[in-house]
Nanobody
Framework: QVQLVQAGGGSVQAGGSLKLSCVAS????????QAWFRRVPGKERELVAH???????TFADSVKGRFTFSQDNTENILYLQMNDLKPEDTGMYYC??????????????????WGPGTQVNVSS
């Protein structure tokens, strides 16, 4: 079965760093759009960043210059390095994948595979 397992959340002071991980297993060997979302209670889920099938990354304006992607392709792990964290970064962070497709097909908003989320708390 397909599965996304997350880790790396925690509590830090403003200005600190965390590195989130998303380990994928059970997926067939095709190209997937991958994304990180975050959510606070009572508000809509926010797209933080996504990685397209060509490996190009896009970040929300609120995190540009502070968050970066990295991958361990051998172990099928996607990382989100979060630096200079701010209290407004607090939330539940989720990794997600779409259904997969050819290399040059564009990513859509239809992310159908989701990790369980990991909590990030940033204090002032």
């Amino acid at each position: 079965q397909v599965q996304l397992v997350q880790a790396g959340g925690g509590s830090v002071q403003a200005g600190g760093s965390l590195k989130l991980s998303c380990v994928a297993s059970g997926f067939i060997d095709i190209k997937y759009c991958q994304a990180w979302f975050r959510r606070v209670p009572g508000k809509e889920r926010e797209l933080v960043a996504h990685l397209d099938r060509e490996g190009i990354t896009t970040f929300a304006d609120s995190v540009k210059g502070r968050f970066t992607f990295s991958q361990d392709n051998t172990e099928n792990i996607l990382y989100l390095q979060m630096n200079d964290l701010k209290p407004e970064d607090t939330g539940m962070y989720y990794c997600a994948r779409d259904k997969g497709g050819p290399l040059f097909d564009g990513c859509s908003s239809s992310f159908v595979y989701w990790g369980p989320g990991t909590q990030v708390n940033v204090s002032s």
